[in-house]
């Protein structure tokens, strides 16, 4: 984990050893804390996921009960979104929005220590309910009353768990806000900032508005549990599909939540390997700022089967539509920027051009579901499960493998083995591919998602999900060695490690010094996206 | 620097508290939607006290009405229609009776939940007399019957030929310091 070496001037009074990583307030240090987090999370999600695939590879009950079933999916889920996608992408934000701005740290380094510790904190709360008096959470990551009321013991630690979830991200984004807004070098005016910070302040936005949102909806299920209150009990007025308004009102800006950063991680990685600069930038901010805020008015085309006045479903449904728009204009800004380029194939490209391919293979099913009367035959099938993890799985970690393979060496000092990277690529796109594809055809076929046993005629294709998932599996173990190879040793990286790398963190050394930019660097005048110039131009300058 | 980081700091911390008030103004929210849509089936309050004046009776339409009853997860009771439906003019008053026997050894106390279907329907179907307008208590074994009257405007849209009127009944024998629960918006 030494991925920044000691500098002597400025580490007289830092503690060493596992008091350094506690105590830290660095930028780096918490990037690399929230980003092993993440990658630990992978692998127990991971794990929970092939639980449900080995399940799933025949028909009938083979290895676990339907309600440890449940709580594996249930599980998986909120692992996924809050232990790995959520920490690796601020842990991203950590490492790389300080250097890409010219700030020598975060904007409140105390706090962004507070908001990683609260984190395994949180999620060893959220395990061990696995081993309590009638299991863990059952009802799906979505957590519908009454269903989840029903929980056992358990209850009470999951809304907890959650709530320490939805602090540590708060303050994460505070943190991200602040420290865009106020620490950025002279020069750099926002409409300069590369399209990682952007994606990343809009980002944190979404997260300030419906974290505490989805804080206020589990606090009113642990009410109605135990302080009597009726607020989506329909015995005392309430009304549980207020809880399904108030969830995806958090939800569906959360699906953005796990997806802009990765815009900007695609965005930084496309013209870098292109050797052109980035397509339509101010498009891009446009874009993203327009997503955001039509997050915020599509939620209820989560819940399109639970009634709906006919008004109701057509103005979801378009303004849903509508989100297609301005996620296009990204799509085609990339394939635009690769267009007559001198493009090269490191493994960081491969996962950012796999990344532009399946995503928006996922967004086009995404499309489908929003057509309303389809909707009505998709909802709660493999079909959804195939849209969901086309977009998080290629598409939010397909991201964030190609960010970390593209940092890795200004992180590290060191080159990674572009044999393994490329290994790790193919073995990862096929078998993604091999794992989410089949669903969508048992999906439409009629198989519903989040029950552990399924009618003889899908066995085929959840025998070669399953197949596929442990093959996806299997290939993460090799981006895990790889990783900690990358750390240990390897070929020295330049400075600027890929000959097309446009921004301010390739004017540092590989691996960039302890405490960076002390003396803010000077990007004004010359610094344009359009000239593909800045990089030497800042060079000579600092 | 500093200052200017706390500063945004905290204007950042409001938002998020405002933001989780927000989570809470939307439930009042929400029933003020519900009410205006019928969203939900939930159905005009109207008690004896604000019967609505004279509609005229339309006898030339003819509206199916059926009753649907339901017991939440848990209730241990029997509840039925008188009978499964009848053919109603808009703007008459009618009557009909549900039967609810409690089925255990304890006394228990029960709230029923209406709800109206189709949605378009929700704020014409009026009822003047409803048990749901209160909770019962049943002692064990014994049996209620329990009378409903109820109205259809005649505004009633023209589509509209067939309205549900579907009852839930709930245990609440454990809540609500019992324990007479107000239901406002039923």
Not at chain 1, 88 to 108: C, E, H, K, Q, R
Not at chain 2, 82 to 109: D, L
Request: aromatic share 16%; net charge negative; glycine share 8%.
């Amino acid at each position: 984990m030494s991925t920044t070496t000691a500098d002597e001037h400025h580490d007289d009074h830092h503690p060493s050893g596992i008091m350094r990583w506690i105590t830290t307030t660095n930028h780096k240090d918490i990037g690399t804390l929230y980003l092993w987090f993440s990658f630990i999370m992978f692998f127990i999600g991971g794990f929970m996921a092939l639980i449900i695939r080995t399940e799933l590879f025949e028909p009938g009950m083979q290895f676990v009960d339907p309600q440890f079933f449940n709580s594996m999916t249930t599980m998986h889920a909120i692992v996924m979104i809050f232990g790995v996608v959520m920490p690796a992408f601020t842990g991203l934000a950590n490492w790389l929005i300080p250097l890409m701005i010219g700030a020598t740290d975060m904007a409140l380094p105390r706090m962004n220590n507070w908001s990683f510790w609260i984190l395994p904190f949180a999620f060893a709360m959220m395990l061990s309910t696995l081993f309590m008096d009638g299991g863990g959470p059952a009802g799906g990551w979505t957590l519908y009353p009454p269903l989840v009321l029903q929980t056992g013991d358990a209850f009470p630690f999951v809304i907890f768990a959650i709530h320490f979830m939805g602090m540590s991200s708060i303050m994460g984004a505070i943190n991200v806000v602040a420290t865009i807004l106020n620490m950025r070098a002279p020069g750099m005016t926002l409409m300069k900032m590369p399209l990682f910070v952007w994606t990343w302040l809009i980002t944190a936005y979404l997260l300030i508005a419906v974290m505490p949102v989805l804080a206020g909806g589990v606090t009113m299920l642990l009410t109605d549990k135990f302080f009597e209150t009726s607020f989506f009990n329909a015995a005392g007025g309430g009304d549980p599909v207020l809880f399904q308004h108030i969830f995806w009102f958090f939800g569906h800006p959360e699906v953005y939540i796990l997806i802009l950063p990765s815009f900007g991680v695609i965005s930084s990685i496309i013209p870098t390997f292109a050797r052109k600069p980035l397509f339509g930038y101010s498009s891009m901010v446009y874009a993203t700022a327009s997503i955001a805020f039509l997050s915020f008015i599509v939620w209820a085309h989560h819940m399109f089967t639970v009634g709906m006045p006919l008004a109701g479903e057509l103005f979801f449904m378009l303004a849903t539509m509508l989100i297609a728009v301005p996620t296009g204009v990204k799509v085609f800004n990339w394939v635009c920027t690769m267009w007559r380029g001198a493009m090269t194939f490191e493994t960081p490209m491969l996962f950012a051009i796999a990344f532009i391919i399946l995503f928006t293979i996922g967004g086009f099913s995404g499309l489908m579901l929003a057509i309303t009367p389809a909707d009505f035959q998709y909802h709660d099938t493999y079909f959804v499960v195939a849209h969901f993890h086309y977009v998080l799985v290629p598409g939010s970690i397909f991201a964030i493998i190609a960010a970390v393979y593209y940092w890795l060496p200004k992180w590290t000092g060191h080159m990674y083995s572009e044999f393994w990277g490329k290994t790790h690529f193919w073995l990862s796109t096929i078998f993604v591919n091999i794992t989410f594809f089949p669903m969508h055809f048992v999906g439409l076929a009629g198989m519903p998602r989040r029950i552990p046993d399924y009618a003889l005629q899908f066995s085929d294709y959840n025998q070669i999900a399953t197949i596929g998932a442990f093959g996806f599996g299997f290939a993460q173990i090799i981006f895990l060695g790889l990783v900690i190879a990358t750390i240990r040793g390897g070929v020295k990286a330049t400075d600027r490690v890929w000959e097309g790398a446009e921004g301010l963190e390739w004017t540092l050394s590989s691996p960039p010094p302890y405490h960076s930019f002390t003396t803010p660097p000077n990007v004004k005048g010359e610094w344009n996206w359009f000239t593909h110039q800045h990089y030497e131009t800042v060079k000579t300058r600092s | 620097m500093i200052n200017a980081n706390r500063k945004s700091a905290s204007k950042l911390f409001v938002v998020a508290i405002a933001m989780f008030g927000f989570g809470y103004a939307l439930v009042p929210l929400y029933d003020l939607l519900c009410d205006i849509t019928g969203l939900n089936g939930k159905s005009d309050t109207v008690t004896q006290q604000q019967q609505p004046v004279d509609f005229t009776v339309d006898e030339s339409r003819t509206i199916t009405v059926e009753f649907v009853t339901n017991l939440n997860q848990g209730m241990a009771w029997d509840f039925k229609p008188e009978i499964a439906k009848m053919q109603v003019h808009p703007g008459k008053a009618y009557q009909t009776s549900f039967f609810v026997n409690n089925k255990t050894m304890r006394s228990m106390v029960g709230q029923a939940v209406p709800s109206v279907a189709p949605y378009a329907a929700a704020n014409h179907f009026i009822k003047t007399e409803c048990f749901c307008f209160t909770d019962q208590l049943l002692e064990a074994g014994e049996t209620m019957e329990m009378p409903v009257v109820f109205l259809i405007n005649p505004a009633l849209p023209e589509h509209v030929k067939t309205v549900t009127l579907s009852y839930t009944y709930f245990d609440v024998s454990n809540t609500a310091d019992n324990k007479m629960i107000n239901l406002k918006t039923i």
